[in-house]
């Protein structure tokens, strides 16, 4: 019989969306794909081809913003997992997560087969105990990992970034096109450009007689507010305006996203639309550069402060990207608009 599979990554809307490749693999040959994701990774989940259903859970080992970690919260998702009777489990993680944690809660749960890669010695944790290297992008980290297990993406699936069809009446901006979107912020802050400059760029941007959509979660209004500024009928702030799923229609419309190293970059290659990425090399661009879509990396990546991981960078200036000039941003825009995948599009 087909397996039962469950499919873990217990981080952030983008890493979810990274693993999409990976789940559309072993839906290809599984009865059932249940997803393991943590409840900021969820809505990014509710949109991957090949998830049959969904378990959330915040891991006070993955979670950038953990709580204590209770026994109760722990027994309730063992028991959760046992009663789906899953046949084996596949744990993703970034080069810096283990996945011991969630494999022991796996093997309380009675897994059978449990598969992840790790650095550290798992015991009897681990089926297969994979180990990548630090060449592959995560899309094919994950690749590799679920092929441990014979799952494999189909011929005709490209191996892109993809997410469920896109609701073209969810983009409130739609009549607008074409457009420019500008996404400000970034979950961590050393990863975002500064706030002066995206305000200097959307300036730029109406000034050259383009029409700017600048988004943003909720928590960043006063963000988005200073990087619209007074631009009348040049600009329009979305933020808070559209869900995930909203922002996919606002992004699959658009010409093109300027964004940081950030959820949103990825959800625009899901949609197959390019990205003039503002990349901090806090981590490494080879393994979270935009997937599978027309983009420009800005920024400088072989700083010598690169690999940081620096949530807020403490050189003055934050050169990595500080140095970027607003010509630079507006040479990659007018190289990318227009040149978006046909499909998502």
Not at 28 to 56: H, N, Y
Not at 117 to 136: F, I, K, N
Request: proline share 9%.
């Amino acid at each position: 019989m087909m397996p039962h599979v469950l499919v873990v990554r217990l981080d952030n809307l983008g890493d979810v969306l990274l693993a999409g490749p990976a789940v559309r693999a072993v839906a290809a040959s599984a009865r059932e794909v249940t997803m393991l994701c943590g409840p900021r990774g969820r809505a990014s989940a509710e949109i991957l081809p090949g998830v049959d259903q969904i378990v959330a859970h915040r891991a006070a080992w993955i979670d950038p913003d953990p709580g204590q970690v209770a026994r109760g919260d722990i027994d309730a998702l063992v028991d959760q997992l046992a009663a789906l009777e899953i046949d084996q489990a596949i744990v993703l993680t970034s080069f810096h997560q283990s996945a011991l944690p969630t494999a022991l809660i796996l093997r309380m749960a009675g897994v059978p087969v449990v598969v992840a890669e790790s650095e550290d010695y798992p015991g009897s944790l681990l089926d297969v105990r994979h180990h990548t290297g630090d060449e592959l992008h995560e899309v094919e980290r994950a690749l590799s990992l679920v092929e441990t297990l014979g799952y494999r993406l189909p011929p005709d699936d490209d191996g892109r970034l993809a997410v469920t069809p896109v609701d073209p009446d969810a983009n409130p901006v739609r009549d607008l096109r074409p457009y420019v979107v500008v996404h400000p912020g970034a979950s961590v802050p050393a990863r975002a450009w500064p706030a002066h400059r995206h305000a200097s760029l959307v300036e730029a941007l109406v000034a050259d007689g383009r029409r700017v959509v600048v988004t943003g979660a909720p928590g960043e209004a006063s963000l988005t507010a200073r990087v619209v500024g007074p631009r009348g009928d040049g600009a329009v702030d979305l933020t808070g305006a559209v869900d995930w799923k909203g922002l996919a229609a606002v992004l699959a419309d658009a010409d093109v996203l300027v964004a940081g190293n950030t959820g949103p970059a990825h959800l625009s290659a899901a949609v197959g639309t390019p990205v003039v990425s503002l990349f901090a090399p806090t981590v490494p661009a080879g393994w979270w550069r935009p997937w599978g879509v027309p983009h420009v990396l800005l920024g400088r990546q072989n700083i010598g402060c690169a690999g940081c991981r620096a949530r807020t960078c403490p050189v003055p200036g934050h050169p990595c990207i500080g140095d970027v000039e607003v010509p630079e941003v507006l040479a990659a825009v007018d190289a990318m608009a227009g040149v978006g995948l046909t499909a998502g599009r």
